[in-house]
Structure formats: C-alpha cells, structure tokens
C-alpha cells in the first residue's frame, strides 16, 4: 500500500449550466474536497477573490456575465 495522502483542495467552479456545476461540485466534494465559492455566471467572480483563496479554480472557458470580472489587477 502506498503512504500517498491525498490533499483536500480549496475549489472555485464558474460553469454557466447549473446541471454540470451541480456535477462537478458534488464529485469534487464526494472526493473530499471544499468547494469555496461556485458560480453561473462571471459577474462578480472576484468580488470574493480576496475572501475566499481556492487551490484552484475550474472555469468554463465559454460562459455568460461580464468577462472582465475575471482580469487579474
């Protein structure tokens, strides 16, 4: 057996169909992992970039809102 442990990562999802968002949130946290903060849209994405750190965020490349929410300063 491998002494392998798992990390629990910090998750940010933006996916615009809530179905897939529900999916991916469920098996991210199924897997153990937290999901910090998930969205529908871009609007305001950053708004809690600075609240909530994730390890990584899982983005839908197309995907409504304003997109410049998610320009880096």
């Known amino acids: 057996m491998s ?20 999916l991916y949130r469920e ?7 937290d999901i910090v903060s998930s969205y529908l849209s871009a609007n305001n994405v950053m708004a809690e ?3 909530k ?8 490349y197309r995907f409504s809102g304003k997109k410049m929410d998610l320009m880096l300063p």
């Open 3 to 22: 002494n392998f442990k798992k990390k629990k990562l910090k998750v940010r999802i933006v996916e615009d169909e809530e179905g897939l968002l529900t």
């Open 27 to 33: 098996y991210l946290v199924s897997l153990g992992h």
């Open 49 to 51: 970039f600075d609240k």
């Open 53 to 60: 750190f994730p390890d990584i965020c899982l983005i839908d």
